[in-house]
Nanobody
Framework: QVQLVESGGGSVQPGGSLRLSCSASGFSGFTFSNYVMSWYRQAPGKERELVAFITSDGGTRNYADSVKGRFAISRDNAKKTLYLQMNSLKPEDTAVYYC???????????WGQGTQVTVSS
């Protein structure tokens, strides 16, 4: 079993920034670098949507059109941590943000419990 714990959420004014972190831990032999990592978000009354993902070695990153140029996903495999730098935040970015781990070449996936981000003046 893999545990994912998000942190860094909070309330911020439009135009502000936040940095989310997702710390991973697991069974003996767990290797963070074997997992593709993603950030999702879910706003009230809406379906959960993919925000960004990053491949296991960090070589490829992809973003939803709504966050391109404002958000940056990164990872530190040595620290077993995933990050999401969010700049120029908008009210429509308000949501619960979740990280997800997908083990490469399998359908195995794990989710964190989520962290709330609220953008409001």
């Amino acid at each position: 079993q893999v545990q994912l714990v998000e942190s860094g959420g909070g309330s911020v004014q439009p135009g502000g920034s936040l940095r989310l972190s997702c710390s991973a831990s697991g069974f003996s032999g767990f290797t963070f670098s074997n997992y593709v990592m993603s950030w999702y978000r879910q706003a009230p009354g809406k379906e959960r949507e993919l925000v960004a993902f990053i491949t296991s070695d960090g070589g490829t990153r992809n973003y939803a059109d709504s966050v391109k140029g404002r958000f940056a996903i990164s990872r530190d495999n040595a620290k077993k941590t995933l990050y999401l730098q969010m700049n120029s935040l908008k009210p429509e970015d308000t949501a619960v943000y979740y990280c997800k781990a997908n083990r490469r070449f399998t359908y195995i996936e794990y989710w964190g419990q989520g962290t709330q981000v609220t953008v409001s003046s």
